[in-house]
Structures are given as C-alpha cells and as structure tokens.
C-alpha cells in the first residue's frame, strides 16, 4: 500500500504528496466551472471568502499538534476538559425575566421541572436603568424582566429554589444590586456564602455602554472601580462565584461580526484583568473566575471557527501576556444563547428550527452553558409552551441526536480547521487596533469600538436589503398575502403588578430610616474612599432594605455616570 505523504500547506515551497491528487484536482475543476459558469464571492459574516472546497492544500495532518492537540490540552482547540460533553453536559440555563417576583418564581420552577439545571433572571427594564418600580409608569413593568428592588422580591423570586444546590445568574450590571439581594436571601436562609455558585452574567459595564447605551447607570469610572471591588469580595467571601462575565453578546447583537466580537470580548477581558492585577491581585487567584458570555448565529461554521480560535487565544493570552501559570487560569469558560437578533417576528414557527441550528453549532463549538431562546422572543416574552420547546430543544439534541457522543466532532475537517486559522488571524487584527489604541477602555472612550460597531451593522443590514442575505419570511419565501398572524405580547397581570408596587411603598414606610440613612452614608463614604470596598457596602446597604433604585442614586451622585472621554 502507497503510504500517503503530508506536507504543510502553508509554506508554498512545500508539495503536497498525495498520488493522484493533482489530476483530480484538475478534473473537478473543469467540471465545476463548466456545470456553474460565473462562479459567485460568498463570504461569511466576518467578511471571510468562502471556496467552494476545501482539500489537504488548506489543511493537513501535519498541523495536528500545532492546531489542535487534545481536549483538554493546549493550544485548547478542542476543548478546555479532557472529557468534555460526553463526561460532562452543558447547564442548561434559561433566561427569565418577566412580571412580579411571584411569576417568576411560577416560570422557573416550571422549567427546573423540564430539565433546566440552571437559572437565570432578568430584571425588568425599569432595574436596568437604576429605577425602582414605583418610578416607572406601571404599564411598563415586567414586560421584559422581573420586578426586583430588595433582597424580599429576590426570596419570593427564589422561593423554593436551593440555592445551595444550583448554579444561579444575575442579569445584573454594576453596581450589582441582584447579586447583593441574592447574597441577602442566602443570609435568610442559612445558606453559607461559600455554598453559592453562578454568575454576575452581565458585569462587563464596557459592553453595556458600547452596545447598550448604558449611559445613565454609572460612569465608566465608576463602573470600573465597583468592578474591580466586586472581584476582589468574591475573592474574600463567596469564592465559588463567577464575578466577571465579559458579554461578546452586546458586541455581536449590536452588529459587530463573530470576528469582531471575539476580538473585542478578549480585550475586554485583558483589560479586566489588568485592573484587578494593578490592585495587586494574582492573575492565578481571579482568571479561574473569569468566564464569557456570547451570542451564537446562525452562520454556522462560523461560529464554531470562533469559539475555537477564541479559546486558543485565550489560553495564550493568559499564560503568556498575563503571566498566569494554573492550568486553569487558560480556561476559555463561556456560556452562548442562540440569537435573538436571527428570530423573526414573521412567520415565528420558524424560528425553532432557527434556534436549533444555532444551539448545534454552541454544542459543537464546546460551551458550557446554553439558553436556548423560545420562537416567540422576537415578539415578547416567551409564552410558557414556547418556553417547553426551548428546553426541549436542547433536551432532544442531547437525548435523541447523540450530539454528546463524540468530542469535537468536527475536528480535522479541512474546511473547519482552515476557518478557524483564518477567524484567529481576524481576531487578532481586531486585538491589535484595540492595544494600539491603548486598551479597551481607551478605546470604547475614543468612539473606535462604536464606529467599528457601526460600520459593520450597516453592512449586516445593506445585505439584507438588497437579497444577498436571505432570510425565510422577511425578504424571500413569504406569506402570499403579506400578512402575519402574530400572538399578542406577553403583559403581567395588571393588578398583580399594581399591589406589587404598593407592596413595595408600604415596605419603604415601615423600614428602619435610621438603618437605611446609616447604609447610605456609608455608601459615600466607600465612593470617595478607594481603601473601602464599595460593593461590600452595596451588600450591606441592601441587607437593611436599602433599594435598587436607592443605591444606585446615592452611588451616581457620588461616582458620576458617562463616560469622562466621550464626554470630553
């Protein structure tokens, strides 16, 4: 038998030995052009040319070692653990925010009943922007999130549900008022704080003001300084949670490309970790902590390219240019939702084999937490039965699809192998305009990362319009007659809402005045003192009653909101 003969690709000195390769090579060519005439560019969201084949020329055994290795192992292509899913499943943790403590509480012990095995809330918009619900017209409370203002919403929330038990998140931007209720609630409850697991999902205030438009809720300072407070507590007192999430998720929802994304995500988190690294923590004691939160598309090699090559650059990035030495500290740990910007509102039915789709490609990318999104979030809240098919959605790619059984199934394919290479290259390109520009936060003060946002949106949408990105129902195969039965939006009962919020001003009546003022007054005093932890009085503040909307506005007054560059 003729042994076959690899020779590295890249290096055009180099010949590839395979007998018989060239012919057929030549063969398929002269058909292929002769069957297709004028071949058409396809190029993926990142803007990457995509051949119509891809052969041993692009990628061969020889790079085995060099680009993938073993899961587990570096460069961590395949991987961060050695048995991945098939040892080990993803956590299944949806997202839910919606109506009074009391219906949240309804919705996730439903879907803790379905198979979820994590949790996550959201708060209403009202909390994302620093309010508590008696400043909010009442029509617009709990359309999109849950009504949390004090650590009683989170214990009625969080009825029932161990904390001790299962992995929670906190939808919770700085100055992190849910997590500090949900530490209150373990108090109450016994719960030792170094039983509590999960994640601040939603402490990268650098993606919240760039693609959230978070102006209003801290200055970037400010941001900065809780941040890194936030860290250094958890450190010191609940050491099994996860203080930083850095969200490519607001990158890419916001139109940067998957590329892009990764990119920014990583200088985010180099920029995070040098923070805490200049209040002199060891990279080995809060990288191990640091996990990622991205959106997953439907463009679906793609996606799986990115999350490979983010993770190899990562496991650089921490041992080389952090100077981290545990293992662990390489890890590139991340959670994906599929993405809601891919959901139409028309014809929504469609959207779960949408949802699908892009909950394959996170599989196959090597996640560790998956919310797959409902088909009618592109209208509202998810409806319960809508809520069931997204649980069950992952539930059947587990049990019935065999997706667990074999590690990076997709490994050594020279298509996926050679656009991971090309998306690492991109990545870097994008990391390389961010250190030019002096970090990320230096960036994001600039407009680079805005205008670069912005640019690649428009193209996004340029597409869409003029067909060369198709979308089923939006701009081909739509309803002959152009219109759209659509259910109506999700609203919490009205008079539930209603008694929440007088609730919630009897509450403020009958607390201790004394204990808030005293909260309060050391709040400032933590503000305008930076050897005072300020998250640890954000914690005690809302021991004593003090409110979402309260700390925020004290912590405003004293820290600012905006950022000073943007500013300037």
Sequence with gaps: MTQVQFK???????????????????????????????????????????????????????????????????????????????????????????????????????????????????????????????????????????????????????????????????????????????????????????????????????????????????????????????????RANVPNWNPVSVVGQHMQQAGATPAETMGFALSTAIQYAEDCMARGMDPDTILPRFTFFFDISISFFEEVAKFRAGRRIWARIAKERLGAKDPRSWRFKFHGQTSGVDLTAQQPLNNIARVAVQATAGIFSGLQSMHTDAYDEAISCPTEEAARIAVATQNILREEAHLCDVIDPLGGSYYVETLTNQMEEDILKVMDQIDAAGGMYEAVGSGLVQTMIGQSALAAQEKIEDGTEKIVGVNCYREDDGTVEQPLPYRPDAGAMKAHVKAFRKFKRERSQQEVDTAISELRRASDNEEINVFEKVVDAASVGVTHGEIISTLREELGFGHPLMVA
């Design 8 to 234: 590295t690709p890249n290096d055009p000195q180099e010949q590839l030995m395979l007998p018989g390769f060239d012919e057929a090579q030549a063969d398929w060519r002269r058909d292929y052009d002769g069957q297709i005439g004028k071949d058409r560019r396809i190029t993926n969201r990142s803007g990457i040319e995509i051949a119509p084949i891809y052969t041993p020329q692009d990628w061969n055994a020889d790079r085995h070692m060099a680009d993938l290795g073993f899961p587990g192992q570096a460069p961590y292509t395949r991987g961060i653990y050695p048995t991945m899913h098939r040892g080990r499943t993803w956590s299944q943790r949806q997202l839910i925010g919606l109506g009074t403590p009391a219906d949240y509480n309804k919705r996730v012990r439903n879907i803790l009943e379905l198979g979820a095995s994590a949790i996550s809330l959201l708060p209403c918009n009202s909390g994302f922007r620093g309010i508590d619900c008696d400043e909010s017209p009442l029509a617009l409370l709990g359309t999109c999130g849950t009504v949390v203002n004090t650590v009683d919403h989170m214990d009625q929330a969080l009825d029932q549900v161990p904390l001790d038990e299962i992995s929670t998140a906190m939808n919770d931007p700085s100055p992190f008022t849910l997590f500090a209720f949900l530490l209150g609630v373990a108090k109450r409850r016994g719960i030792p704080w170094t039983k509590i697991t999960g994640t601040s999902n939603q402490s990268d205030y650098i993606s919240h003001y760039v693609a959230n438009h978070m102006f209003y809720r801290l200055s970037q300072p400010g941001s900065r300084r809780v941040l890194v407070d936030h860290v250094a507590f958890c």
